[in-house]
Structures are given as C-alpha cells and as structure tokens.
C-alpha cells in the first residue's frame, strides 16, 4: 500500500488565485513525480524531481506553475494563476529510482477552479 | 518522442470472458520498461505488472503480459474477467533515468 501523503484532498480556487498543493513521498523514495489526471481520465507529466533537483518538466509547469521538492520539507507544487483549465486531480508519485521502478500514488489533490 | 498508444478507450464485456487491452508503443530506445497501472473508483494507480524482458510472460493477480518488442507491444490479457476488474488500466513506458508516459487509459466494465 501507497504511504504518499498529500494534501489537501480538495482544493477550491477562483481564476487568478494562486493554488499550493503538498505532497510527502515515501520514506527513503528521493524521486517525485507530479502529474495532472483531467476529467477524461488523461494523464498529462508536470515535473519530476530527484532530492531537491528537477530532472524534467513540461512547457506549461515551466511557464505557470512553480514546484520544489525541499530536502525535510514536504513537495509543493503551486499554480500562480489558476485557470478553469487547472481544474484536475493533481497527482503526486514517489519512487526509488527513475525508469524501472514502481511509481507509487498518493491520494491527489482535486482541485476545482471556479 | 516517446508514447504509448491504448486504442480502446472503453471496453465492455460480461463477466466469465476473457479480457484483452491493447497497449503498443513508440520509442527510441532498445530497452524500453513496459507497465500496466490500475485505478480504480475513486483511488489513486497502482501498478499491476511490469516487464522489460522481450519475449517473457509476466503475471500478476490473474493477469499477464508479454513485451514484444519485434511488434512494439504489451497487450494485458486475463483468462476470465471478474466483477472486481472493472477499473481505468493505464499502459505505461520508461527507459532508464526517463520519466514514465502514460497511455490515455482504457476504461474496463465487466458485467453480471
């Protein structure tokens, strides 16, 4: 069972507003993935990070979102103007290792963007 | 790039069938890491069974795949579909030191 921790649960934010989810990985898990699941179920890659290093994000989370995995800190991931089009389950994943290894999900975050 | 391909978004079958999602990929590398993912209702993914061995069989809870990599594929398939089955299974593809892609998922209903 998945010991990713995250929070919130549900999130409610209005256009513009700045939107900050958290997310625990696993103990001993140094890799974290972010992903955004939208209502038809697709998963679209935010960012992953190794210790506090990003290893690879996409165009829109360099652009509009800021993200830090702090070393004894939770990860963060934060949109700085949310738009209707964030409305999503944000998923964060911890691993050992990039490439083989399990990914292992928390809970999401659902947020809604009125 | 990298990507998988799911072609059915939705599958549909009576309980007691057999169960076949399709999952082919596109990728640069030799060895690729091959996934399936299962999420169901109201949880988050979990991963069901994983390969980067061409040609071997891998089975996990009554379901099993082959990575063929002359056909760039890796079908899941279980004998005989239970109620329980029903959930999003999401083909997935790694290398080495690369972030995972995701199919878009096939949705599985399996009915009485």
């Known amino acids: 069972n998945s010991k990713v921790i995250q929070t919130p649960r549900y999130l409610v934010k209005g256009q513009g507003q700045k939107a900050k989810m958290r997310c625990i990985p696993e103990?001993?898990?140094?890799?974290v993935f972010w992903y955004q699941q939208n209502k038809n179920n697709e998963f679209k890659f935010l960012i992953n990070?190794?210790?506090?290093?990003?290893?690879?994000q996409i165009d829109m989370t360099e652009k509009r979102f800021s993200a830090e995995c702090p070393s004894n800190s939770p990860c963060s991931l934060e949109i700085q103007s949310s738009e209707a089009g964030d409305s999503a389950l944000y998923l964060c994943?911890?691993?050992?290792?990039?490439?083989?290894?399990?990914?292992?999900f928390g809970p999401g975050t659902r947020l809604l963007v009125l | 790039g990298d990507s998988v391909t799911q072609t059915e978004g939705l599958v549909t079958l009576t309980e007691g069938l057999p169960v076949m999602l399709n999952c082919t990929y596109q990728?640069?590398?030799?060895?690729?890491?091959l996934f399936w993912y299962v999420q169901h209702l109201n949880e988050s993914p979990r991963l069901l069974l994983k390969s980067f061995t061409d040609n071997k069989r891998t089975e996990h809870q009554g379901f099993h795949a082959t990575l063929h990599k002359s056909s760039s594929s890796f079908h899941l398939q279980k004998s005989s579909a239970q109620l329980s089955d029903s959930a999003l299974y999401y083909c997935?593809?790694?290398?080495?030191?690369?972030?995972?892609?995701f199919g878009d998922g096939t949705q599985l209903v399996v009915k009485p």
């Open positions: 990070f190794q210790n506090q290093e990003v290893l690879q």
């Open positions: 994943a911890s691993s050992l290792r990039t490439g083989w290894d399990t990914q292992y």
């Open positions: 990728t640069i590398y030799s060895n690729p890491f």
């Open positions: 103990k001993g898990h140094p890799v």
């Open positions: 997935a593809l790694s290398e080495v030191n690369n972030r995972i892609f």
